[in-house]
Nanobody, 119 residues
């Protein structure tokens, strides 16, 4: 069973940047498409971005609007999310998971990393 550990969140002002990291223990990490999700206060968890196993296919939610960049390093079993031009609406706990399309593949989640954007 995979363990997912997210990090890199924090408190930033609007317009600022953060780089999130997701490290896994899954031995087959390089075989799976991976994705980022987020859950804002009082909201349901939503899809943010995904990247195929070989990084050839990348997908973003409409609200990203070119501000985020997803990447992965299969040798390190890690995935990243570079977030620029952050907005207060980006405030949420961010999670990673393997994905099937825009849906999480695994039922278990890591603890997430809190991103707070002040106006």
């Amino acid at each position: 069973q995979w363990q997912l550990v997210e990090s890199g969140g924090g408190l930033v002002q609007a317009g600022g940047s953060l780089r999130l990291s997701c490290v896994t223990s899954g031995p087959t990490f390089r075989s799976y498409a991976m994705g980022w999700f987020r859950q804002g206060p009082g909201k349901e968890r939503e899809f943010v971005a995904s990247i195929s196993y070989n990084s050839f296919n990348i997908d973003y939610a409409d609200f990203v609007e070119g501000r985020f960049t997803i990447s992965r390093d299969n040798d390190k079993k890690a995935m990243y999310l570079q977030m620029n031009s952050l907005k207060p609406d980006d405030t949420a706990v961010y999670y990673c998971n393997a994905v099937a399309g825009k849906n999480p593949r695994f039922h278990s989640w890591g603890q997430g990393t809190q991103v707070t954007v002040s106006s």
